[in-house]
């Protein structure tokens, strides 16, 4: 089974913190996501990266950034923390080339910004 | 460009009765289409795919959905709700020459009475 695991099932941060939020990913895959999800917005992406050192943009790349420096990691970071940044976090893997084929999920992160 | 509607924010059933969860989409091309779930506090679960294959697609906890390109559906359906199936659902497209794109439903929140 495909298992993607994050650092922090829930976490709490302050404004203008910089926050890291890890995941690691078993099965080789190429292509690894940090989405958010909000109520009534349902699940949005912020970055993906498609192999090691290499990322996109997704729909909603403003105050954060990623690092891929390992083919199994993929981290997403909060350069200053705001409360609009307060949201479920997911991270999700899948194999690569073009098909967009399924992604697998992790647990999520639940991050409070206060 | 593609995109999927989910016709039902909310749905409702007695234990023991079906379900049927609505999903239209539109894509400009061959799309490839998911349904997953999502249960309280956790991350997205893989119900089942269609990509191009068998129109009838059979998923995870008895769960079945159908590919009807003329009425651009792929409505998810079970015979007998379970207690165990509350939890909200997403329908998902993605379209062959997107790259890594993939669009989400806004969910659908599965209710099951004894």
């Known amino acids: 089974d495909v298992k993607v695991t994050q650092s922090s099932r829930y976490l709490v941060k302050r404004t203008g913190e910089k926050v890291f939020l890890e995941c690691v990913q078993d099965?080789?895959?190429?292509?690894m996501f940090w989405y958010r999800q909000d109520p009534g917005l349902g699940l949005r992406l912020i970055y993906f990266?498609?192999?090691?050192?290499?990322?996109e943009k997704g729909d909603i790349p403003e105050g954060y950034s990623v690092s891929r420096e390992k083919k199994e990691r993929f981290s997403l970071i909060l350069e200053s923390a705001s409360t609009n940044q307060t949201s479920m976090y997911l991270c999700?893997?899948?194999?690569?080339?073009?098909?967009?084929?399924?992604?697998?999920f992790g647990p999520g992160t639940r991050l409070t910004v206060l | 460009a593609q995109s999927v509607t989910q016709l039902d924010s909310h749905v409702s059933v007695s234990e023991g009765t079906p379900v049927l969860l609505r999903c239209n989409y539109s894509?400009?091309?061959?799309?490839?289409l998911f349904w997953y779930v999502q249960h309280p506090n956790k991350g997205l679960q893989l119900l089942l795919k269609?990509?191009?294959?068998?129109?009838l697609v059979k998923g995870i906890n008895g769960f079945e959905a159908e590919f009807k390109k003329s009425e651009t559906s792929f409505h998810l359906t079970k015979p007998s709700a379970h207690m165990s199936d509350a939890a909200e659902y997403f329908c998902v497209v993605s379209a062959s020459n997107s790259g890594y794109a993939l669009n989400f439903g806004k969910g659908t929140s599965l209710l099951v009475t004894p």
């Open positions: 999700a893997s899948s194999l690569g080339g073009l098909a967009g084929g399924p992604r697998y």
């Open positions: 894509s400009s091309y061959s799309p490839s």
């Open positions: 099965m080789d895959h190429e292509n």
């Open positions: 269609y990509t191009s294959a068998a129109t």
């Open positions: 990266s498609y192999d090691v050192k290499m990322k």
